[in-house]
C-alpha cells in the first residue's frame, strides 16, 4: 500500500459491549423520546412477569423475557445498534399504545385502534432512527394483518386544539432526569 499516491488504510476498532456501554446508549436513546418511562424499557436486571431485560456476557447482549420462571424469549446479540433496536420497538411500542388508549375517544366506536397505535409507533421509532421507522412500517401488514399503511399513514398524530401530543401519561424518573441533564 502506497500512502503517498492516495491509497488508504482501512481502520477497524473493535469495541467491546459492556453492561456500562449498554446502559449509557439505551439513556441516551431514551432521552430523545419525552414521555419515556422506565416501565417502557427493558431492565437491566433478571425480571419476570414478562417485561424483557438485558444482560451482557462476554461481550454479547442478551435480550431476555421470562413469565412465572419460563423463558418465552431469548435473543443475543454482538452488535449495539440492533439491541437499541429491540429496545427502541419493546419502549415505542408500550408508549404507543398508552397514547393510542388516550385519543381512542376521538374515533368511531369499533375503528381497529391498531391504526392508531402503529402510526404513533412508527413516529415514535422515527424520531430515534428513521431506518428503524421504515423496517417496523414495512412489517405492518404481515404483522398486523388487515391494517393498510394507508390509514396507518394518514392517521392523525394532533389534533387541531393542540393535543394529542405529547403523550397522554406524565414522564417516568429517567425520562425526566434526562431532560434535567440536557439542560
Known amino acids: 500500500m502506497d500512502l503517498a499516491r492516495g491509497e488508504s488504510r482501512a481502520i ?3 469495541v467491546t459491549i459492556t453492561m456500562k456501554r449498554l446502559q449509557a446508549a439505551v439513556r441516551s436513546m431514551a432521552a430523545k423520546l419525552d414521555g419515556v418511562t422506565t416501565g417502557d424499557l427493558a431492565a437491566f436486571s ?3 412477569g414478562a417485561h424483557p431485560y438485558l444482560f451482557v456476557q462476554g461481550g454479547v447482549i442478551h435480550w431476555v423475557v421470562e413469565e412465572r ?4 424469549q431469548h435473543r443475543s446479540t454482538g452488535d449495539l445498534d440492533e439491541a437499541l433496536h429491540w429496545v427502541a ?10 397514547w393510542e388508549l388516550g385519543q381512542r375517544h376521538r374515533f368511531p ?4 385502534s391498531r391504526i392508531g397505535w402503529l402510526a404513533k409507533q412508527v413516529d415514535l421509532l422515527r424520531r430515534l432512527d428513521t431506518g428503524w421507522a421504515e423496517r417496523f412500517r414495512a ?3 404481515v404483522q398486523c394483518p388487515g391494517v393498510r399503511l394507508e390509514d396507518v399513514d394518514a ?3 394532533t389534533w387541531p386544539d393542540g393535543t394529542g401530543d405529547p403523550l397522554t401519561r406524565p414522564p417516568g424518573r429517567w425520562s425526566t432526569a434526562w431532560r434535567r441533564s440536557r439542560g
Not at 366506536?109 to 381497529?112: C, F
Open 12 to 14: 477497524i476498532v473493535y
Open 46 to 48: 433478571h425480571q419476570d
Open 69 to 72: 420462571g419460563q423463558v418465552l
Open 89 to 98: 420497538l419493546n419502549a415505542t411500542r408500550s408508549m404507543a399504545t398508552r
Open 109 to 112: 366506536e369499533g375503528r381497529d
Open 139 to 141: 412489517g405492518i401488514p
Open 155 to 157: 392517521h392523525p398524530l
